[in-house]
């Protein structure tokens, strides 16, 4: 069993930045590919990013990629995600989540664990 919590939400005017952090319980961790995806108000959940355990790879949603990126600490049982250059469209709930799966790691699906949400809302 994984628990998530999220925290860094808030408020910030267009090209601006945040950093959201997702505290993990639990001593696998570091065994967890871990993500973060958004939705907006109406919209899906959508993927942002993942950072795989095995060969700590990095993968990015077109829509963030050279603005965001993601990292964790394993010591610190922690992922983050650096928002720079945020946009209105950005405003979103994000979410982390944990998976040990390898295979779509993009689709929300596949995630088992999920943190309760953090809200970014970007001013224009």
């Known amino acids: 069993q994984v628990q998530l919590v999220e925290s860094g939400g808030g408020l910030v005017q267009a090209g601006g930045s945040l950093r959201l952090s997702c505290a993990a319980s639990?001593?696998?961790?570091?065994?967890?590919?871990m993500g973060w995806f958004r939705q907006a108000p109406g919209k899906e959940r959508e993927f942002v990013a993942v950072?795989?355990?095995?060969?700590?790879?990095?993968y990015y949603a077109d829509s963030v990629k050279g603005r965001f990126t993601i990292s964790r600490d394993n010591a610190k049982n922690t992922v983050y995600l650096q928002m720079n250059s945020l946009k209105p469209e950005d405003t979103a709930v994000y979410y982390c989540?944990?998976?040990?799966?390898?295979?779509?790691?993009?689709?929300?699906?596949?995630?088992?664990?999920w943190g309760q949400g953090t809200q970014v809302t970007v001013s224009s």
């Open positions: 950072d795989t355990w095995s060969g700590g790879n990095t």
């Open positions: 989540a944990a998976t040990r799966t390898i295979v779509s790691i993009t689709a929300s699906r596949q995630y088992d664990y």
């Open positions: 639990g001593r696998t961790f570091s065994t967890y590919n």
